[in-house]
């Protein structure tokens, strides 16, 4: 992946000020995987795009789940769900913002 531009990429700070949420919030929602970070910049940073309106990607969780179960890594799955896949014709981040999650757990469970 070569989307390295900071303004992509939220660190755990910025993602405090972007939800509202206190610090203990946003590492909770880590936790639980509700959003995904890399450490590959140093600090945790998480992409921009797996927020919405301030909030984790609704559907981001259970795909994060399937991908983990696949045995991917953060780094790895981060970069599966940025990068253009064919079998969708986007990146599968587009598509779970565009409400087809079927869609891409499919394909997701597919990489197992």
């Known amino acids: 992946m070569t989307n390295d531009a900071p303004s992509d990429w939220l660190s755990l700070p910025e993602l405090v000020e972007v939800t509202g949420e206190p610090l203990g919030r946003v590492r909770r929602m880590l936790d639980e995987r509700q959003l995904v970070a890399s450490r590959r910049f140093g600090a945790p940073r998480v992409p921009a795009l797996f927020l919405v309106d301030g909030s984790p990607l609704s559907s981001l969780r259970?795909?994060?789940?399937?991908?983990?179960?696949?045995?991917?890594?953060?780094?790895?799955?981060?970069?599966?769900?940025?990068?253009p896949e064919e079998s969708i014709g986007v990146a599968?981040?587009?598509?779970?913002?565009?409400?087809?999650?079927?869609?891409?757990?499919?394909?997701?469970?597919?990489?197992?």
């Open 92 to 112: 599968p981040i587009e598509s779970l913002r565009a409400g087809r999650k079927s869609e891409v757990r499919r394909v997701a469970q597919s990489l197992a």
């Open 62 to 83: 259970g795909t994060v789940i399937v991908l983990q179960d696949a045995g991917f890594s953060d780094d790895e799955l981060i970069d599966w769900l940025l990068a």
